[in-house]
Nanobody, 127 residues
Framework: QVQLVESGGGWVQAGGSLRLSCEAS????????LYWFRQAPGQEREGVAG???????IYSDSVKGRFSISQGVRGKLFYLDMNDLKPADTATYYC?????????????????????WGQGTKVTVSS
């Protein structure tokens, strides 16, 4: 399984920005999707973005235009740039890898059981 470690979470005021990082033991598959999910206390985990190895990306409606997913090093380092943050963005953010598959919008609503997950990094946005 792919090992994932998130970092970059913290506290920020509404309207501010944060960059989250996800370091992966190398995704060796020829095809993969790296997702970012988030989970607020008492709520289900929801997907916010995904990126394939050649750069195709997808976003949930709740973050489109404010968040940007990218690869720092293909297969090894990924980022989630979050701008214009809102209190509703407060959550623990997780990256998840799906080697051998592309990114699907359906996965943002319901992640598959097969994903590898990191331990999460907490983001708090104050009003």
């Amino acid at each position: 399984q792919v090992q994932l470690v998130e970092s970059g979470g913290g506290w920020v005021q509404a309207g501010g920005s944060l960059r989250l990082s996800c370091e992966a033991s190398e995704l060796r598959a020829n095809f993969y999707c790296l997702y970012w999910f988030r989970q607020a206390p008492g709520q289900e985990r929801e997907g916010v973005a995904g990126i394939e190895q050649h750069g195709r990306d997808i976003y949930s409606d709740s973050v489109k235009g404010r968040f940007s997913i990218s690869q720092g090093v293909r297969g090894k380092l990924f980022y989630l740039d979050m701008n214009d943050l809102k209190p509703a963005d407060t959550a623990t953010y997780y990256c998840a890898a799906d080697p051998g598959y592309g990114c699907y919008y359906s996965a943002l609503e319901k992640p598959e059981w097969r994903y590898s997950w990191g331990q999460g990094t907490k983001v708090t946005v104050s009003s």
